[in-house]
T-cell receptor
């Protein structure tokens, strides 16, 4: 298993600004994942972060908008840049423990006004 | 395209058995997982199936038929605390998991 913490848990931001979300894991992991989830909706993968290399982004997500850092095996950050109201969502980080089993952080609820 | 289909809502009474189906169409398939998410909470892993057949974990069981691209989650002896959203998810390889839209389960007394 893995215990994951995220900061901040929620935030209200003005459009045009940026927010950096932190994700901390209690053990070393190779891959970390960032998802976005609209309330009541499915989870959409933003990118996969491997320590020591550039993150891999899914279709529809670009590095300029969602830069990711992965400085070590227990930590990652996701920045939501130049925010607009459409970026209002819940952002979740996760790690893979064993095959097909992911553990998720508690999420960051972002509201952009 | 890639898609996972599951019912949007299911309602059942306490003590009953409920089955949540999931059909998938993906470019790759390594396994089918199920996650539970309570309102305001994070998704939590329930089970996965890489091979055909039934996997049982306590009150929850999960089934997979690869030839039919179909699986289901079976919840027995339903309790009020089982009211939540349930997501099926396919691991397609390359560290990528695709999630279904989720099934909201309402358990009534």
């Amino acid at each position: 298993s893995a215990v994951i913490s995220q900061k901040p848990s929620r935030d209200i931001c003005q459009r045009g600004t940026s927010l950096t979300i932190q994700c901390q894991v209690d053990s070393q992991v190779t891959m970390m994942f960032w998802y976005r989830q609209q309330p009541g909706q499915s989870l959409t993968l933003i990118a996969t972060a491997n320590q020591g290399s550039e993150a891999t982004y899914e279709s529809g997500f670009v590095i300029d908008k969602f830069p990711i850092s992965r400085p070590n095996l227990t930590f990652s950050t996701l920045t939501v840049s130049n925010m607009s109201p459409e970026d209002s969502s819940i952002y979740l980080c996760s790690v893979e423990v064993g095959q097909y089993e992911q553990y998720f952080g508690p999420g960051t609820r972002l509201t952009v006004t | 395209g890639q898609s996972l289909e599951q019912p949007s809502e299911v309602t059942a009474v306490e003590g009953a058995i409920v089955q949540i189906n999931c059909t998938y169409q993906t470019s790759g398939f390594y396994g089918l997982s199920w996650y539970q998410q309570h309102d305001g909470g994070a998704p939590t892993f329930l089970s996965y199936n890489a091979l055909d057949g039934l996997e049982e974990t306590g009150r929850f069981s999960s089934f997979l038929s690869r030839s039919d691209s179909y699986g289901y989650l079976l919840l027995q002896e339903l309790q009020m605390k089982d009211s939540a959203s349930y997501f099926c998810a396919v691991y397609t390889g390359g560290f990528k998991t695709i999630f279904g839209a989720g099934t909201r389960l309402f358990v009534k007394a």
